[in-house]
């Protein structure tokens, strides 16, 4: 079998990640795994699973791929540890802000309000230092366009959170038919995931006018826009026309 060519539709929980130091290795291989996952982060994030090898995120941390291999495997092995790093730090990040938010509203929740709540640490993460969320995201964007394995490694990694924000939504518009729901959180998900590519594109569209940089603009608009398409769809007598 050919360990760099696995697709992830093959795999069915995450790879486990080796920590400690093996003999003979060197001084600092307690922060490689970290190490190899920034870089391969960058590299899935610009190429895609498949374009990837396990000699070239090697090659990039200046180590033996033999050293990939002792850590995470396989390729595959790889690839789930880069996606699971920042998921558990995001996911519990949105569930904590979406909680937040639902104790201080009380009864007077709203619907900008609880897609706000579920983009905040997206937003917050999106606007750090570190070049590896932004990589991160570009990473998720990619993988949610993807029609071979894409649904099943969204599924796996974020279906919690989004029924969280589901489940408040349904408290702002408890008449909301739950398709409705879904096909409205499904466009919520195309409209963040295209942003958060940072493609450029609306930058050559608007002449300059927007830039697909610009975390705030993006976000200060995307919840209204999101909000008022749940309740055009959602509402009692709105719906489909």
Same mark, same amino acid.
């Given at each position: ?5 696995? &697709? ?36 899935? @994030? ?33 690839? &789930? ?5 920042? /998921? ?13 938010? /639902? ?9 900008? #309000?609880?897609?706000? !709540? ?13 070049? #590896? ?7 998720? @964007? ?35 038919? &739950? !398709? ?9 998900? #195309? ?11 609306? &930058? ?12 705030? /603009? ?9 909000? /008022? ?13």
């Amino acid at each position: 079998m050919d360990l760099l060519r696995i &697709d992830p539709m093959q795999r069915s929980k995450p790879a486990r990640v080796k920590r400690g130091r093996p003999t003979g290795k060197p001084k600092d291989s307690m922060e490689m795994p970290e190490r190899l996952l920034d870089h391969a982060e960058a590299l899935f @994030a610009r190429h895609g699973f498949h374009a990837v090898t396990i000699r070239e995120v090697a090659r990039r941390a200046g180590v033996d791929s033999a050293l990939v291999h002792y850590y995470f495997e396989t390729k595959q092995g790889l690839f &789930d540890a880069v996606f699971t790093r920042r /998921a558990d730090v995001l996911n519990a990040e949105r569930m904590r802000s979406m909680e937040d938010y /639902a104790r201080a509203a009380g009864e007077s929740l709203t619907v900008e #309000g609880c897609i706000g !709540a579920f983009l905040e640490p997206i937003r917050r993460r999106s606007l750090d230092a570190d070049p #590896g969320w932004k990589s991160y995201f570009r990473l998720v @964007a990619l993988v949610n366009s993807t029609y071979q394995w894409g649904g099943e490694m969204m599924t796996r990694y974020f279906d919690p959170v989004i029924r969280k924000l589901l489940d408040l939504l349904r408290r702002c518009m408890p008449h909301a038919d &739950d !398709a409705n729901l879904f096909w409205c959180y499904h466009f919520l998900s #195309g409209a963040l995931t295209l942003s958060l590519a940072e493609n450029g594109r609306i &930058d050559r569209l608007s002449g300059g006018s927007c830039v697909s940089t610009d975390v705030d /603009a993006i976000y200060h608009r995307m919840v209204p826009y999101a909000a /008022a398409g749940f309740r055009r769809i959602c509402e009692p007598g709105a719906g489909p026309s």
